[in-house]
């Protein structure tokens, strides 16, 4: 028996396909684009089609993420929360909390022991401290949103970028650049901002970080230089999960496999 | 006795030469990367309107974010007084004050001497403020000055939910893809625009008059819509960019006379 997760977010659409055993027989992340739908098709036909299964094997289906609802033929709609908390039980168990930055929102996810969701905090109002808000940085500075990853290499310097808000940094890089200002320092300042933007989310919900097992997830959990940037600003390492992008998908997955069997 | 009062903002620098009471001349110029310059720039552009010299001004008092760099200034006063100040010369009954700029915007509350009782401001975020309007003009292709008047051949609003200029973008780059009309894009551009600053009007709380400065106060698209959520038909001064600056020139007409 098969059972497929799919996680609708604003930027990508991402399908993780499990077998009876929770094992990861394929995964995908597919650009959501105009059309949810197709993205939808196209994420599920990925991971169907490398793992070499008919749509017809897929036992159930859950669905997760801002679009879930249009997920045709689901066994149910859940929370991203939800899912992720469940995605990182299964790969980094004893994590007590889960930062998820994605393209267009951020949410740092308080667990207990046994990986349920305590208390969560959520920003998709403001761009700041998102992914669009990295992709906006790498544009005024003229550099691939990929290797931004590793641009503040060698930075030292505590250059503060001190608009929070992605419009106004905007034009506060281009000030710095018109200054002479490294790029490798630029980075460095705004993965900082990030990562200060980061750190006020989690103190919403958990005053006192220290000693708390920390992971990360989200297409910005592939930027290293954030991840180095947030593990300083909480003065504690941050763990990234392999295929940081899917973790959402992921607990879609396992959810539809525990329903499934429950019914 | 001649005075100037210069209002360095982020987008716009402005001078305003007065004689006695009454307004000589003012000016108005696109801020660069140098403050100091800006406010030269602006100042010499007044004095040349009013046909009078450097020499002849007695006192000058600078404001708005950049008024600690302008080198020529005998003082400095931040610019919500200056634009309570200025709001409460060209209306002496305003009690309320919104000031929409091209990177703040700010709610002040004022007394009948046009002293600030209470403010509030927001120049943390795009949102509400004239870089809203600019990133919104430039999506649409549509001149920033011309983006009040379109707004108001709309029939209906688009919705346009976020808050965030980011966000808000993306929102009218997909209704331009389904085909809603621009000007009820910016219809609901302008609405947005609205509920922010309302939020930050009642943070102060709202008594008449009204008066909107600020460079947005030129666009009616947005005039409209605040108007239609503070219930108070708003005063609007024939250059309300320039009452920043005048409230200092007033300023600095006070401070001159008592030496």
């Known amino acids: 028996m098969y059972y497929l997760g799919i996680d609708i977010g604003s930027l990508t659409c991402d399908a993780v396909l499990i077998d009876d055993s929770e094992k990861i027989l394929a995964s995908s992340v597919v650009p959501t684009g105009a059309r ?18 008919s749509e017809k094997e897929v036992t159930a289906t859950v669905s997760t993420g801002y679009g879930r609802k249009r997920v045709e033929g689901r066994l149910t709609a859940v929370t991203e929360i939800t899912c992720h908390a469940r995605g990182i039980k299964a790969l980094l168990p004893g994590t007590r909390l889960l930062i998820d930055i994605g393209g267009q929102d951020s949410k740092a996810i308080e667990l207990d022991e046994n990986g349920q969701v305590v208390d969560f905090a959520m920003n998709d109002k403001c761009a700041a401290g998102t992914g669009r808000f990295l992709e906006a940085m790498a544009r005024a500075l003229q550099v691939d949103i990929e290797v931004m990853s590793e641009l503040d290499n060698g930075a030292r310097g505590d250059l503060t970028i001190s608009s929070m808000c992605t419009v106004f940094a905007e034009s506060e890089v281009v000030s710095l650049i018109a200054e002479g200002l490294k790029v490798n320092e630029i980075v460095h300042g705004l993965n900082r901002s990030i ?18 097992p920390i992971a990360m997830s989200g297409g910005v959990a592939r930027n290293s230089g ?38 | 006795m001649i005075v100037a009062g210069v209002d360095i903002g982020s987008l716009s620098g402005e001078t305003v030469i007065l004689s006695d009471d009454k307004i000589l001349s003012y000016s108005i110029v696109r801020t660069g990367a140098d403050s100091a310059l800006t406010a030269k720039k ?59 700029g091209g990177q703040d915007c700010k709610a002040i509350r004022c007394n009948e001497k046009g002293k600030v009782t209470n403010f509030a401001m927001n120049d943390k975020c795009a949102a509400g403020t004239g870089r809203f309007c600019e990133v919104m003009a430039d999506v649409l292709g ?84 605040v108007a239609e959520k503070v ?15 005048l409230g200092a020139a007033l300023f600095a007409k006070e401070r001159y006379k008592k030496g």
């Open chain 2, 42 to 100: 602006a100042t010499d552009e007044a004095l040349k309107n009013a046909d009078i010299s450097f020499e002849d001004i007695d006192y000058t008092i600078a404001t708005g974010y950049g008024r600690v760099i302008v080198p020529f200034a005998n003082e400095n006063i931040t610019e919500i007084s200056c634009h309570a100040k200025g709001a409460n010369y060209l209306f002496p009954t305003v009690r309320t004050i919104l000031d929409m």
């Open chain 2, 142 to 225: 549509i001149a920033l000055e011309d983006i009040g008047k379109t707004s108001l051949e709309a029939k209906k609003d688009a919705m346009i939910s976020s808050a965030c200029a980011v966000f808000a973008k993306s929102e009218a780059v997909s209704l331009l893809r389904s085909g809603v009309p621009k000007s009820e894009i910016l219809s609901g551009v302008h609405e947005a625009i609205a509920s922010r600053v309302f939020a930050l009007l009642q943070r102060v709380g709202i008594e008449g008059d009204f008066v909107i400065s600020g460079g947005i106060a030129k666009n009616i698209g947005v005039i409209k819509k």
């Open chain 1, 36 to 53: 949810n739908r197709e993205a939808i098709t196209r994420a599920a036909d990925e991971v169907l089609r490398s793992a070499c299964i």
């Open chain 1, 226 to 263: 954030v991840v180095r940037a947030i593990s300083n600003a909480m003065k504690s390492k941050v763990v990234i999960p392999p295929m940081p992008d899917t973790i959402g998908a992921l607990g879609a997955a396992l959810i539809a496999r525990e329903r499934y069997s429950h019914n």
């Open chain 1, 195 to 212: 990562a200060s933007r980061t750190l006020s989310l989690i103190k919403r919900i958990i005053p006192d970080i220290a000693g708390f």
């Open chain 2, 231 to 245: 219930g108070l038909k708003p005063l609007i001064s024939e250059e309300p960019q320039i009452v920043g600056a």
